[in-house]
């Protein structure tokens, strides 16, 4: 439950309605998700988040399912509920299949593990792993 | 610094030595990291750990690469220096270039950023995330 | 929904009932929010949290608003859904505009951003930042 | 490395002498550790912090050591390299074994792992832990 | 809301049954919880996590009471709902009583509060924690 | 210890002197920090970054010192150690005061305390928040 108003495109200013249309333009979807309605309420945030976004979840030297999968890990660290609907949805649309979903969890899970056995422990660190100054 | 003995493979009892030789076996390696020296001061901690990770690590319908980034991930959220330091070696063993690497940071840091403005807006789930029951 | 009963104040003992009293004075409110209501079932926690919030929320070298949007930041970084709702209204209430919110969300990102980013790059300290011993 | 200048007894005011003679007669030590002495900068933090940890840490309905576990625990988690060392410090001191760490560590990777499953799959609360209104 | 399905008895496959049946004997109980119909859906993570489960919150050096106490810290300090729910009523089983729940928290909330004084002033490590090589 | 070379002005390329060169002159300084030369290996990333911190950190609705204070705040809760030294250095630049800091301080303590009171007791949300649909 947001305590923001969630701007409708009818409601919105020029500046948001362009952002708006480009992200419906690019995603071929008829409106806008809750976030980008939320984020409407600080147009420079909006307009910056997505241009951000856009970029970042472009593919490039990883493709777009990989990058939608690391969206999904780090959101499922951070025990973020909306945005693991909304990737986990985005990751699905790009091709995850029930399997791969089950080992990215295991595999999130298992990291999530093994970094507080690193932490209580203080693992030092191996020599192999300093880089040469 | 860790703050229990780092256990040498000499000193090992054997539960732990037969750990220690599947994972160099498995990793050709000559030596095991600190990681499994210090877990090995709790045998029963470090067997499981071990079947685990060679469970969830194995390629399956993610491939190791893949796997290794996701390692990443998470471990940049959580701040896990070691994690980070072992395992972009290991993803750079599987094959992970500059580039990727740096796409992979883009989309971690981009991740812990919207994850916050979500949690800032309360963003409402929208209802087509919403599974029907 | 908590774990736990809520404790009324016609329901409180002596104790809590004089905790309960002091928020209510101070804040000019006709009953406390729920989360002193939780923590009443632990008279001590009660009593010492409120003692403690008293102390370090009052103004001082920071005004009130600035102590309340700090709040607000840490919430939204560990996704504290309650402690967002009640200090958001508690920000507002000391003259937080949405144009303010929609700065301080967009700098909460932006810092949850680049942490992710220096712990993945794991960049070192720059000599300046180090103190003279 | 510390970004405050770390206040020694001789050199501190009354009002952090007192606290710090509270702290050395308590817990008969000959000096106080760093963490007192960087919050020394700040003595209101510096007497509230130890008036609260005193109460808090005291033996009640959970024991000395018990406490110290659930300290460890918490710090773990949250990667606080200063507060690992000197809570596993202090559990040893209240018996805490080798064992017993181990046993630890391994419950405590074990509850982050289970906590992004849960995360992942947006596991729905079971009826049974819903408490009656 | 999970966005998988929860596999239910009647309709999980043989590897999956053999897995709910040994939680539902050994933990005495008609039916397995949500986390487990959900983690059925893969079933190796399925059968992995319940086996590390089972033996590391088996009574050891650590008591069954303990183990669940530490549970919910972490689980607390992650902010994970589900967790806090089921392992509050685990505890509750082991003979966590409310007088307990109210230490636990005053304990995982003060190690949240001098985790991050810690950070925030980041407190030199002692002579006297650092181990000798 | 970065596991990325840092990259020096000299060795730059056009594209990433650009950024350097305002940097530079916005903050009046003769170089970069550590930070920039880390992110320099991925030079879409340090443009991008650059541009959306420049934005953010502008003075608008906030002044510059409130969220310099903002940005310590999150870096506090997060443990990240080299954004809590470069943010305390330009806090101080703004006008931070000892006195500031401490109070500063004493709410990030606060709050992460109180959020994992909210979520071990899971505090349900007061009616009065609830936003109007």
């Known amino acids: 439950m947001a305590h923001v ?3 409708q495109y009818e409601q919105a200013s020029k500046e948001v309605k362009e952002v708006f249309d480009d992200i419906k333009n690019l995603r071929k979807i008829p409106d806008v998700n809750n976030f ?3 984020l409407a309420n600080h147009p420079t945030t909006l307009k910056r988040t997505w241009e951000s976004l856009k970029e970042v979840m472009a593919p490039g030297a990883l493709d777009s ?3 939608e999968l690391i969206y999904v890990s780090v959101s499922a660290s951070n025990g973020c509920e909306y945005c693991i ?4 949805a985005a990751a699905r649309k790009q091709g ?3 399997e791969m979903f089950g080992e990215l969890m295991a595999v999130v899970g298992m990291a999530n593990e093994t ?3 690193v932490h209580g422990y203080q693992v030092p660190l191996d020599p192999q792993f300093r880089k040469e100054d």
């Open 5 to 7: 108003d969630l701007i």
């Open 96 to 98: 995850m299949t029930d």
């Open 115 to 117: 970094n507080r056995l």
């Open 65 to 67: 399912l990989t990058k």
């Open 36 to 38: 980008w309605k939320c």
């Open 85 to 88: 609907h909304s990737h986990t």
